[in-house]
């Protein structure tokens, strides 16, 4: 019976969504593209919409990298909001928003989170310019 309990704390462990497993270029996520805002801008939306309902465990603003973990929703689930290009005054920038909730299988492709993509979009409607 002990072997059987390390095998199913193994196998919870292994299938737990992590802010590692996160990565822009993987195949899954959305990617959105902005125009018409700077990076200022942008990093300021995705850092108000990856804070609602969540909380930043990671925020690199020179790589265009926030990551959360969910805590009002599905328990585990992490999210991950990567923009490029990071320059200050680019003509576009691509959003990719990434998550993962926890045993999810490698073959679900569809998780991203649209309330990310729309806390973000309002909160950049009514952002200003910054320089």
Known sequence: MT????LLVTACLCACATTDNLQPGDGKGKSFLVSGKNYEQIWHAATVAMG????IVE???PSGVIKS????????KVV???IQPTEAFSSQYTIT???RK??????VDRD???SVWEDFRKSLQGSTDLE
């Open 102 to 107: 926890p045993f999810q299988t490698e073959f």
């Open 52 to 55: 609602t309902d969540m909380r």
């Open 3 to 6: 072997r059987i309990a390390a």
């Open 59 to 61: 925020s690199h603003k």
């Open 97 to 99: 928003i990434v998550s």
């Open 80 to 82: 991950a909001f990567f």
């Open 112 to 114: 991203w989170e649209p």
């Open 69 to 76: 973990q969910v805590v009002n929703g599905t328990a585990g």
